[in-house]
């Protein structure tokens, strides 16, 4: 055995020994002792407050873009145009409202739309709205992903007939609530009230991001 | 002798990187599990302190499964008859003993439950942190309801506000909204019990009774008398603990396990490393010896290159754990069952100490037979190389 030549073979083995040692410990999973236990309290997890999660991405995407092969989510800096969403809103834009978060559905390289989600109080429970728009910013499509309504106002909020009333519109369209109103009862009023701000809010928002071009974070693909 | 250990490493820097690499993820594995252990006797304990009850009298069936169920704010399928509560506070022992009705109602389609829990006031003694952030600190009446601090917030309520439970048909007025406890209590709604009661059609019934004792040196014999409770059984909490380190030990025995193959594999990396290093410099070593250098300096001189790579080793392994702690931790929380909130790293000076001593150890051990056989140079050998 020569002095230079002879250990390598055993450093490749010993090499070899830790690489695979190392993907062992990466990939290897111990029986779990408590599936038993974790199948009987297996619950849905409870949700971070914040941020609204968008629930249910392929249904949505069915419903309001069918051609769409895939979606990019997009984060828009709205905190340097305080002054015109001041203008805009009727009030000063809250914390969350200086960031948009978006997604932007696409058919190959073509741009669909946008897709927004939203949570607004209603009048017994947070209420999440799905807001889709077309490329112009007009309104696709809204969809209540989950609301905590007794059932008469339910039953509206659900309803294609009055969820129907915003598709075409605008942010300059929507200017006031009392046109969503007819045919709903009263004790719907005040979460029927507080879905149209925020479609509205959301639409305004997002008109500002893309007229003014605002800063973008690096945008993630789904 | 130290500028000859450190030449010898530089002149093969892939070798002696690759070695330390192997060092460092041994090292890395052995501090991140050691870590782990300990973080989850911490977190596991802390959790239980902030109870602040030593028993619970729980439904007959698994009395591990119930309690963690109860501390984790999660309903059970059995119930215990109200009439536990009063045999429990007619026990001397018992200093506080507050009953409670939990309730989850899943909402699978929007990928949340809803948490419910009917308390009385005696609860209040037993959660030190109970203060309201806004609004009232308790029910206003039958119809209220009390938010923990997520639970608030993804609800978008304030006091006053109504909260309807659809499944249940209840509207409830919000009186207030608790501040952030660190605990599962943050995402509950907290009623009062009569109302949980009559919510969830348990009238007369309860999911537990958290017990607190007037002098914890009379668990047992509190234990032994509250075990005849009708329908209910006892659990003490220091024996839930110590029943969860014993089965997250069996977890953590089979990594540690893992760990010390790594160690083994750096173990053997480090011998092959300095077995190599001396055939190579077996005229050098020879040379030494013929100008006097003992077979103690010459075995010293391997002991020191082991030391420089193990310490090298050991510090990038640190430092790997450090970066890499926060995922590991991610993922072993999986593997753990309602593992406590809060950090599962713990990485104390003992433990780090402790590691960086087993690695010496076994690089030690690996350099025995190499630094012997450079010591068994012949001086000699220099004039037949040359």
Redesign the interface.
């Known amino acids: 055995?020569s002095?230079?030549s002879?250990?390598?073979p055993?450093?490749w083995i010993?090499?070899g020994?830790?690489v695979l040692?190392?993907i062992?410990?990466a990939t290897?999973?111990?029986a779990?002792?408590?599936q038993g236990?974790?199948h009987?309290?297996s619950?849905?997890?409870?949700?971070?407050?914040?941020m609204c999660?968008w629930?249910e991405p392929q249904t949505d995407l069915r419903l309001f873009f069918p051609g769409a092969t895939g979606s990019t989510a997009e984060t828009r800096v709205l905190s340097g145009k305080r002054l015109e969403l001041t203008r805009r809103l009727g009030r000063p834009p809250s914390a969350e409202e200086n960031a948009l978060h978006l997604f932007r559905i696409r058919a190959a390289n073509a741009l669909l739309g946008s897709l927004m989600v939203r949570?607004?109080?209603?009048?017994?429970?947070?209420i999440e709205l799905v807001i889709a728009t077309d490329p112009q910013g007009a309104i696709q499509g809204v969809r209540v992903?989950?609301q905590?309504?007794?059932?008469a106002t339910?039953e509206i909020l659900h309803s294609g007939a009055w969820l129907g009333r915003f598709r075409g519109l605008s942010a300059d369209q929507i200017r006031e609530s009392e046109p969503f109103f007819h045919g709903v009862p009263r004790e719907a009023h005040v979460s029927a009230a507080a879905v149209v701000d925020g479609v509205h809010t959301q639409l305004i928002l997002l008109s500002v991001a893309e007229q003014s071009g605002a800063p973008a974070a690096p945008p993630h693909h789904h | 002798m130290i500028q000859l250990t450190l030449r010898n490493l530089w002149g093969r820097p892939l070798r002696s990187l690759l070695t330390t690499g192997g060092i460092a993820v041994a090292m890395a594995v052995l501090l991140s599990l050691s870590a782990f252990g300990e973080g989850y006797r911490r977190a596991l304990g802390a959790e239980l302190g902030r109870m602040g009850m030593q028993m619970m009298l729980v439904p007959l069936g698994c009395p591990y499964d119930a309690a963690v169920r109860v501390i984790k704010g999660k309903t059970l399928e059995n119930s215990l008859p109200e009439s536990a509560t009063d045999y429990a506070r007619r026990d001397a022992a018992v200093a506080v003993a507050a009953p409670m009705l939990l309730a989850s109602v899943p909402r699978p389609e929007e990928g949340r439950t809803d948490l419910w829990a009917g308390i009385d006031r005696t609860a209040l003694e037993l959660k030190p942190w109970w203060r309201a952030k806004a609004g009232a600190a308790w029910f206003s009446g039958p119809d209220s309801v009390i938010l923990g601090a997520e639970a608030a917030e993804a609800e978008l309520r304030w006091p006053g506000d109504l909260l309807y439970s659809p499944e249940t048909g209840r509207t409830l007025r919000v009186a207030g909204v608790l501040e952030r406890s660190g605990t599962s209590d943050d995402s509950l709604f907290f009623v009062p019990l009569p109302t949980a009661q009559a919510m969830f059609h348990q009238p007369g019934r309860l999911t537990a009774v958290a017990i607190r004792l007037r002098d914890p040196s009379m668990l047992h014999d509190a234990t032994e008398r509250l075990q005849n409770a009708p329908g209910a059984q006892v659990v003490v909490l220091t024996e839930m603990m110590g029943t969860f380190l014993n089965l997250v030990g069996a977890v953590r025995t089979l990594l540690l396990a893992i760990a010390l193959v790594a160690l083994s594999v750096s173990g053997m990396t480090v011998f092959n490393t300095l077995l190599g290093s001396v055939l190579e410099q077996r005229r050098e070593l020879a040379v030494m010896r013929a100008i006097g250098a003992s077979r103690g300096q010459v075995f010293f001189t391997v002991g020191a290159q082991t030391a420089a790579l193990i310490l090298v080793g050991c510090g990038g392994g640190l430092l790997l754990a450090l970066v890499l702690g926060p995922v590991i931790e991610g993922t072993v929380r999986h593997w753990v069952p309602l593992a406590p909130s809060g950090n599962l790293l713990a990485f104390t000076p003992g433990i780090v100490l402790g590691s960086f001593g087993l690695e010496l150890v076994v690089g030690g051990l690996a350099c025995l037979y190499p630094a012997w056989h450079a010591s068994q140079v012949s001086p000699a050998l220099a004039m037949r190389l040359e």
């Not at chain 1, 619950?43 to 914040?50: G, L, S, Y």
């Not at chain 1, 949570?119 to 947070?126: D, S």
């Not at chain 1, 905590?148 to 059932?151: G, K, N, T």
């Open positions: 055995m002095a230079t002879a250990p390598r055993a450093l010993a090499l020994l830790l040692s190392t062992v410990l290897l999973r111990p779990d002792p408590y236990l974790r009987q309290q619950t849905p997890p409870i949700e971070a407050a914040p999660p629930r949570r607004v109080k209603g009048e017994h429970g947070a992903q989950r905590r309504e007794p059932q339910a």
